[in-house]
């Protein structure tokens, strides 16, 4: 089944161009079926790049999904066309009545600031607060991870000592949890951040599970007891040459940046990097949505929250 989307998001010409079955919004009108509804959050400063890469590991289902995207209010980045964030992008007072069975909370490049010294904290304090009784399960992306669970659980964030910058080895810590099903013993997955989150701070919270960890990259997946919530610390959705264009992009800045662990063949960044992540990125996903969004959402979604 397809993923549907607005008809002119500039995401559905490079999906289709994979061969990944898109909807549009016409077509999808005239299907009797009740489509997942998923809200994306998009915190990050290139809309289209992260668009596409969600988008792309949410469509391998036999689900129809639709999608829409959020934007804050309180801060209006710079990085894309504001005909585009108009056309495609609502605001929380427009959706805030509203119900959703998923939601994707992304990363930001502001994990150095201290919380509440983001512009946006405020709203996204608002935003986190509604989704426990307007979304069914939310998934929280690296520095969306670490906001997550600090607002909900009082979890801080630590500062590394260097860039946590590459592909790692994590391995499940519960092979049973369906979000991990069909995993190999050991999977890669991409990371790019300058602090983490730490397993005996998410220990000492017992509506909290933590499902997989990293030698290198630590904590990698945590939980809620009830599913509800999900917290991946790295960037599964990430394309085979993000990496590689962020270290370039530093370079050409003149800044400090080593090479990305584990990505480069021989560490020479001349070369084409080996994508080792991305089976097991789009079984996250689609796990997720099977197990945690459509398989347990009330079929009237007017009900969601009802179980809190």
């Not at 959703?100 to 909370?105: K, L, R, V, W």
Request: proline share 6%; net charge negative.
């Amino acid at each position: 089944m397809p993923i549907r989307i607005p008809d002119a998001l500039p995401a559905r010409e490079q999906l289709e161009a994979e061969n990944i079955f898109t909807m549009t919004e016409y077509r999808a009108f005239h299907q009797d079926i009740r489509p997942l509804n998923v809200l994306i959050l998009n915190l990050m400063p290139t809309k289209i790049v992260t668009e596409t890469q969600l988008l792309r590991k949410l469509s391998n289902t036999p689900l129809q999904i639709q999608v829409e995207f959020l934007q804050t209010a309180s801060y209006i980045g710079h990085y894309t066309d504001s005909s585009h964030m108009d056309s495609f992008y609502t605001t929380f007072d427009a959706i805030r009545d509203r119900k959703y069975d998923g939601m994707i909370i992304t990363g930001a490049p502001v994990e150095n600031l201290e919380f509440s010294d983001v512009d946006y904290w405020d709203e996204l304090c608002q935003i986190m607060a509604w989704s426990k009784q307007h979304v069914h399960s939310t998934l929280h992306i690296c520095w969306g991870a670490q906001a997550g669970l600090f607002y909900h659980y009082g979890i801080p964030k630590h500062a590394l000592d260097k860039k946590l910058f590459g592909v790692f080895s994590h391995r499940v810590l519960k092979p049973s949890s369906p979000l991990f099903r069909g995993f190999d013993d050991r999977f890669f997955a991409p990371h790019s951040r300058y602090t983490e989150v730490r397993a005996e701070d998410i220990q000492r919270v017992p509506q909290l599970e933590i499902l997989a960890v990293s030698d290198r990259a630590g904590v990698f997946a945590v939980k809620t007891q009830d599913s509800r919530q999900f917290f991946i610390t790295g960037h599964p959705e990430y394309d085979p040459d993000t990496l590689a264009k962020e270290y370039h992009r530093d370079v050409e800045k003149g800044l400090d940046i080593a090479l990305p662990e584990n990505y480069f063949p021989h560490d020479d960044p001349t070369q084409t990097p080996v994508v080792r992540w991305r089976s097991a990125a789009q079984l996250l996903y689609t796990n997720w949505l099977n197990y945690y969004v459509y398989q347990t959402t009330p079929y009237d979604i007017r009900k969601i929250g009802d179980q809190n």
